[in-house]
């Protein structure tokens, strides 16, 4: 496989060169800080740490899985059927500073911010880089450039208030945008307040455009690299939350028209992909797994039914009700009854890849956000009917009417994305309420957590 050798390192690598890899950012110890210039000397100890930065992103706060349910259940698209007390804030809009999703998915993301940050962004690194010659230093940073805005993404939508003209600038609603390594003791205790928004949006987007300029073209999609794709393929995302849906559309087609990707025939085939070794070209990245010990998506097999016991998360019935149980061929792939209660068969696997984007996401985006920005009708048309071929055997949308691609568009992310973590996001962006929240409540948001306010006093809470 193209992706053996940087699963062999993710296996192997010791992250002691990480600071503050295992705790919260705010709860690194003196006495065992270990400095990034005691452990980078060369090119190839950059490397390794850029890799283990690639397999923090496995984390269940980050694209592990976890935070991803946990998005579900704070929506309408998942019920987790458990007392603990986590979980129970999650249904009721409680989240408080010591939820333990919550906590994971700030320190387990900003590790790997801090990692990616460490990688090419300070002095040490950068010189190391630099003197290795031609376009060295632009791609390493360009790597961790993709996985720090990709973090400071997933943290924004997490704890931030939605991207809007009402809240972009409210002072402080955002989350710290963190864009040096920790290099030693001084810079491990630095201390930095939250942003705004849109300053959070801007610095995302500078990220994932220096990535998408600069990262190296011999990447492939299933090499656990950030590729010139993916980038283009989350700034589309980025763009679309945000509403501007003529640059989204403008992104999103830059990626289709390489013309690399296409919808499986086979609807199963991008999950059972680690495990079973199925051809997939639906896949835009992933974070490749290779092994029960190098799972990438653990998070969200906790929906699975082929274990000893039946899972204590499945579906919501307001999910299953959006299918059409007769005609969808998701409903009939993805889904299954058993003694009146309805779970997911998505995630039946001992092991998966954790897919970061889709080629069904991205045509998805592309349909709305031209249709949206009126322009290219019939391509918008044409790209909601390759979702509605696969799912329903048929076009369902045959007019290229704006309204009509937008309403269908939305529909089908509904079901095509389903439990992947992306409901709780489209309600808001849709301006639509949570289960009897407000789109922009801050019941709806993670708080930030004990592990920031310990160290952070004064840091604005949700």
């Not at 087609?253 to 997939?280: C, F, P, R, W």
């Not at 897919?355 to 045509?363: A, H, K, P, Q, R």
């Not at 009417?401 to 992947?420: F, Q």
């Not at 929240?437 to 708080?447: A, H």
Request: hydrophobic residues 40%.
């Amino acid at each position: 496989m193209k992706f053996k050798n940087i699963l062999i390192l993710f296996s192997s690598l010791t992250l002691s060169c990480v600071s503050c890899d295992d705790m919260g950012f705010l709860q690194i110890k003196p006495d065992n800080l270990i400095l990034t210039d005691d452990a980078i000397k060369t090119k190839d100890d950059i490397e390794k740490l850029l890799l283990g930065t690639y397999n923090g992103m496995r984390s269940g706060g980050f694209w592990g899985g976890t935070a991803l349910r946990g998005f579900g259940v704070i929506a309408d698209d998942a019920i987790a059927n458990v007392a603990t007390f986590e979980w129970v804030q999650l249904t009721n809009h409680e989240m408080n500073l010591v939820n333990a999703v919550g906590r994971d998915l700030w320190t387990n993301t900003y590790n790997a911010i801090n990692r990616a940050n460490q990688v090419a962004y300070n002095s040490l690194s950068e010189d190391i880089l630099a003197a290795e010659g031609g376009n060295v230093l632009n791609e390493f940073k360009a790597e961790a450039a993709f996985i720090r805005g990709f973090g400071h993404f997933h943290l924004v939508r997490a704890f931030g208030l939605p991207y809007s003209d009402e809240h972009k600038n409210t002072p402080e609603m955002g989350v710290p945008i963190r864009v040096s390594g920790v290099l030693d003791r001084e810079t491990a205790f630095e201390i930095i307040q939250r942003s705004t928004v849109e300053e959070v949006y801007n610095q995302v987007i500078a990220d994932l455009e220096f990535a998408a300029a600069n990262l190296p073209t011999s990447h492939t999609w299933d090499s656990g690299r950030a590729t010139v794709d993916i980038a283009k393929a989350l700034l589309a995302k980025v763009y679309f939350n945000k509403q501007d849906y003529t640059r989204a559309a403008q992104y999103a087609k830059e990626v289709i028209a390489t013309n690399q990707y296409e919808l499986d025939a086979d609807m199963i085939a991008k999950y059972a992909h680690a495990q079973h070794g199925t051809s997939t070209k639906e896949v835009i990245f992933m974070i490749p797994s290779a092994s029960i010990n190098e799972d990438s998506w653990g998070g969200l097999r906790a929906f699975r039914t082929n274990d000893l016991t039946l899972p204590n998360y499945h579906p919501s019935p307001s999910l299953i009700n959006a299918f059409d149980r007769e005609d969808d061929h998701r409903f009939s792939t993805f889904y299954k009854e058993v003694n009146g209660s309805w779970y997911t068969t998505r995630f039946d696997y001992e092991y998966m890849d954790g897919i970061v984007m889709g080629y069904n996401e991205l045509l998805l985006i592309y349909a709305e956000a031209a249709a949206e920005s009126g322009v290219d009708l019939a391509d918008a048309l044409a790209a909601l009917n390759q979702i509605e071929v696969r799912a329903y055997g048929g076009p369902k949308t045959t007019s290229p009417d704006r309204n009509l691609i937008i309403e269908a568009a939305r529909k089908e992310r509904r079901l095509e994305l389903s439990l992947l973590g992306e409901r709780l996001f489209e309600l808001k962006r849709l301006r639509q309420h949570v289960r009897g929240e407000s789109w922009d409540s801050r019941g709806l948001l993670f708080q930030i957590p004990d592990v920031e306010q310990s160290g952070n006093p004064n840091v604005n809470m949700n």
